[in-house]
């Protein structure tokens, strides 16, 4: 079986070999094709893999290209993980943001809706050759954000592309185990949009767990969202949201907190792996361990802005463990290629799913996946308080798609105008000035 990788010098690409090295079933990924624009990104990551394989007599073959076409003939899957814009665009997607007193973040605000607007045009443009080279692919799309993306792409893939995320399952998998159950054998009840879900049940052999945790402070206190909301927040909620909900309950104090902090996330993502690529350049560098050296600094850092916000303090050591969106990626895989059923928090298409969003709407929600792809599985109503944020945040994506195939300036305005975190639409036409002027990719949006 074959997997390409777009995006294939990235720097967590690692991580999703070093799950397929771990499985060694009939019909496993024999071959995994790493496509990127950089040939140097390429050519490191190559050498990462090439590390990882030692001693693995059936490690996947790996190719290394810089033809697309070539890259997507005969794949059976693909996995998206694409930075338009690279980690210098993050950076400056928070600079301009932060100048104008609203949220930068990757994904969320303003910072998302300019990542979003650099990004579907070219998503859009792949999912085409896809569909037109490898049209009996499966398409798992990880890049960010990830909801936005993966609307776009099924715009000419169908069910055909899968979104995944590592947030819902790494939160489910840290409240099963506070409760002391196998985060296995427990079913998870996480409705919403990516990185806008909340968790509103876990079922242990058919019992709901989650009173009994909200009913705690102790228990509340003991894993990340509990310090990062507070156990107050969450009793008042019923419900465990998202790590990312942080930047919606607590906004003024997550932006005071990226203005004060020394370097924003994408200026230090930016830097940090800047310093990875430059040492890979040394042939006699230890490829693997210098790679594991700025994974953990990574992984240690994640949030730190928001953590700080809320006093929450370092990440626990089990918050730094892998199994994370490999992991879902391979699982996925499994049960598509085998036809062995799973269940996993996707993001698909809603066929009537949420109610409050029409039938082609993206949500992230439980799905069950076999070889027929993932449908999703019925969930209860949101509340009010959900029903709020995910529509007002589906009529922000919305405008973005909008945008992005028109070339719509006043779309484009509407989109950030519209979002929560974004509070006047003067600061929404200053927003995409901003942009405008440090993105020459968004030079498209040249219609009124």
Same mark, same amino acid.
């Given at each position: 079986?074959?997997?390409?990788?777009?995006?294939?010098?990235?720097?967590?690409?690692?991580?999703?070999?070093?799950?397929?090295?771990?499985?060694?079933?009939?019909?496993?990924?024999?071959?995994?094709?790493?496509?990127?624009?950089?040939?140097?990104?390429?050519?490191?990551?190559?050498?990462?893999?090439?590390?990882?394989?030692?001693?693995?007599?059936?490690?996947?073959?790996? %190719?290394?290209? !810089?033809?697309?076409?070539?890259?997507?003939? $005969? /794949? &059976?899957?693909?996995?998206?993980? +694409?930075?338009?814009? @690279?980690?210098?665009?993050?950076?400056?997607?928070?600079?301009?943001?932060?100048?104008?007193?609203?949220?930068?973040?990757?994904?969320?605000?303003?910072?998302?809706?300019?990542?979003?607007?650099?990004?579907?045009?070219?998503?859009?443009?792949?999912?085409?050759?896809?569909?037109?080279?490898?049209?009996?692919?499966?398409?798992?799309?990880?890049?960010?954000?990830?909801?936005?993306?993966?609307?776009?792409?099924?715009?000419?893939?169908?069910?055909?592309?899968?979104?995944?995320?590592?947030?819902? %399952?790494?939160? !489910?998998?840290?409240?099963?185990?506070?409760? $002391? /159950? &196998?985060?296995?054998?427990?079913? +998870?009840?996480?409705? @919403?949009?990516?990185?806008?879900?909340?968790?509103?049940?876990?079922?242990?052999?058919?019992?709901?767990?989650?009173?009994?945790?909200?009913?705690?402070?102790?228990?509340?206190?003991?894993?990340?969202?509990?310090?990062?909301?507070?156990?107050?927040?969450?009793?008042?909620?019923?419900?465990?949201?998202?790590?990312?909900?942080?930047?919606?309950?607590?906004?003024?104090?997550?932006?005071?907190?990226?203005?004060?902090?020394?370097?924003?996330?994408?200026?230090?993502?930016?830097?940090?792996?800047?310093?990875?690529?430059?040492?890979?350049?040394?042939?006699?560098?230890? /490829?693997?361990?210098?790679?594991?050296?700025?994974?953990?600094?990574?992984?240690?850092?994640?949030?730190?802005?928001?953590?700080?916000?809320?006093?929450?303090?370092?990440?626990?050591?089990?918050?730094?463990?892998?199994?994370?969106?490999?992991?879902?990626?391979?699982?996925?895989?499994?049960?598509?290629?085998?036809?062995?059923?799973?269940?996993?928090?996707?993001?698909?298409?809603?066929?009537?799913?949420?109610?409050?969003?029409?039938?082609?709407?993206?949500?992230?929600?439980?799905?069950?996946?076999?070889?027929?792809?993932?449908?999703?599985?019925?969930?209860?109503?949101?509340?009010?308080?959900?029903?709020?944020?995910?529509?007002?945040?589906?009529?922000?994506?919305?405008?973005?798609?909008?945008?992005?195939?028109?070339?719509?300036?006043?779309?484009?305005?509407?989109?950030?105008?519209?979002?929560?975190?974004?509070?006047?639409?003067?600061?929404?036409?200053?927003?995409?000035?901003?942009?405008?002027?440090?993105?020459?990719?968004?030079?498209?949006?040249?219609?009124?």
């Amino acid at each position: 079986m074959k997997l390409t990788i777009l995006g294939g010098g990235g720097f967590r690409v690692p991580l999703v070999y070093g799950a397929l090295l771990g499985d060694h079933a009939e019909g496993r990924v024999s071959r995994v094709t790493l496509y990127d624009t950089d040939a140097d990104r390429l050519t490191a990551v190559a050498r990462v893999l090439g590390e990882q394989a030692r001693g693995v007599s059936d490690a996947p073959e790996v %190719v290394a290209t !810089g033809d697309l076409d070539e890259a997507l003939r $005969g /794949a &059976d899957f693909v996995f998206s993980a +694409i930075r338009v814009g @690279g980690l210098e665009g993050r950076a400056a997607d928070e600079r301009v943001a932060l100048g104008l007193g609203v949220l930068g973040q990757e994904t969320v605000g303003a910072g998302g809706i300019a990542y979003g607007l650099r990004t579907v045009p070219v998503a859009v443009a792949l999912a085409r050759r896809i569909a037109r080279i490898a049209p009996d692919a499966w398409v798992i799309n990880f890049t960010n954000p990830a909801g936005l993306v993966t609307e776009a792409m099924s715009r000419h893939l169908g069910d055909r592309v899968i979104g995944i995320c590592d947030s819902p %399952v790494g939160l !489910g998998r840290r409240i099963a185990r506070v409760l $002391g /159950a &196998d985060p296995a054998r427990a079913r +998870i009840d996480y409705a @919403g949009l990516n990185h806008l879900g909340w968790v509103r049940a876990l079922h242990v052999d058919g019992r709901d767990e989650l009173p009994r945790l909200l009913a705690d402070p102790a228990l509340l206190g003991s894993f990340e969202e509990g310090r990062l909301f507070g156990a107050d927040w969450l009793r008042s909620l019923g419900a465990i949201p998202n790590e990312y909900l942080h930047y919606y309950y607590f906004n003024r104090e997550a932006v005071r907190a990226y203005q004060e902090a020394e370097r924003t996330r994408g200026a230090f993502l930016r830097d940090q792996q800047e310093g990875f690529y430059a040492r890979m350049r040394d042939p006699a560098a230890p /490829a693997l361990a210098t790679w594991d050296r700025t994974r953990a600094e990574r992984e240690a850092t994640y949030m730190a802005e928001s953590r700080d916000a809320a006093g929450a303090g370092e990440r626990e050591e089990s918050d730094l463990e892998s199994g994370g969106y490999e992991q879902v990626a391979l699982a996925l895989m499994r049960a598509v290629a085998r036809d062995e059923r799973a269940s996993l928090i996707l993001n698909v298409r809603n066929r009537g799913t949420l109610s409050v969003l029409d039938a082609e709407a993206v949500v992230e929600v439980p799905c069950l996946v076999d070889a027929d792809g993932a449908r999703p599985v019925a969930v209860d109503p949101l509340p009010y308080h959900a029903v709020g944020l995910v529509t007002a945040v589906k009529a922000v994506e919305r405008a973005v798609l909008e945008a992005a195939e028109s070339g719509s300036r006043s779309a484009a305005v509407r989109a950030f105008a519209l979002h929560p975190l974004v509070d006047s639409v003067t600061v929404a036409r200053r927003l995409v000035e901003g942009y405008l002027d440090v993105h020459p990719g968004l030079a498209y949006l040249d219609r009124p």
